[in-house]
């Protein structure tokens, strides 16, 4: 798999930089600033992109706002943002598109669950970042149409936000898959959300509250 960096820390770049190459990832390119970042990937044409939310030149958003860019030039390229904190006002439209990662820096130390996080997005999927999914569940807890779930329905549907398929949210919560298959067919139409295919309801699910942030 192809990837390019874009990060202005030397030490985490470098650093991100050989655990995907020891992973068998192919770094094609390392970008230290946004417009560098674009530049890269629109040389390079990678299948995923690791963004630091803030870069050069403000050091505020430009990495989220240059993933925007990215994603309007290249649809199909996997996009994963990182952070130091909870910044979740780019996650909503980006999300929505599919190919979609955001997660808290400090979970590239677990190396495991980060290479799998990268997959998943690779794959055409979403991995957004548990702590991420329960601050944002949490802020609108009291809210509609959140407030009509269950504790249980809220934490299948943090795991769908995290990017887990119905299997995968089995095993975190010790569950059968079927008992899984009816959680989420519960959050759906509690949800109002109904006529169309599973991938895309799931997807609006976790904008439901994406939404509310």
């Given at each position: 798999?192809r ?47 690791i ?6 030149p ?14 309007a ?18 996650s ?44 944002l ?10 407030r ?20 995968g949210i ?8 079927r008992?899984?298959?009816?959680h ?8 109002g ?6 991938d ?14």
């Amino acid at each position: 798999m192809r990837v390019v960096i874009g990060e202005d820390s030397a030490l985490f770049r470098e650093g991100l930089a050989r655990l995907l190459a020891d992973a068998g990832y192919d770094v094609v390119a390392k970008a230290q600033d946004a417009p560098g970042l674009v530049a890269a990937v629109d040389a390079t044409a990678p299948d995923l992109a690791i963004i630091d939310i803030r870069m050069p030149p403000d050091l505020t958003d430009d990495g989220a706002r240059a993933a925007r860019r990215i994603r309007a030039a290249h649809p199909e390229l996997g996009i994963v943002l990182l952070s130091q904190h909870v910044e979740s006002r780019h996650s909503v439209e980006l999300v929505s598109s599919g190919r979609f990662g955001y997660l808290l820096k400090d979970r590239v130390l677990d190396v495991d669950d980060f290479l799998d996080a990268l997959r998943r997005v690779a794959a055409g999927g979403s991995a957004l970042d548990p702590e991420v999914v329960s601050r944002l569940i949490g802020a609108h807890r009291a809210s509609d149409p959140l407030r009509s779930l269950t504790a249980r329905e809220r934490e299948v549907l943090a795991l769908m936000a995290e990017g887990r398929t119905n299997v995968g949210i089995a095993r975190r919560l010790w569950l059968t898959d079927r008992t899984v298959e009816t959680h989420v067919s519960s959050i759906l139409t509690k949800l109002g959300l109904s006529g169309s295919d599973e991938d895309h309801r799931r997807v609006l699910a976790v904008l439901v509250y994406l939404n509310r942030s």
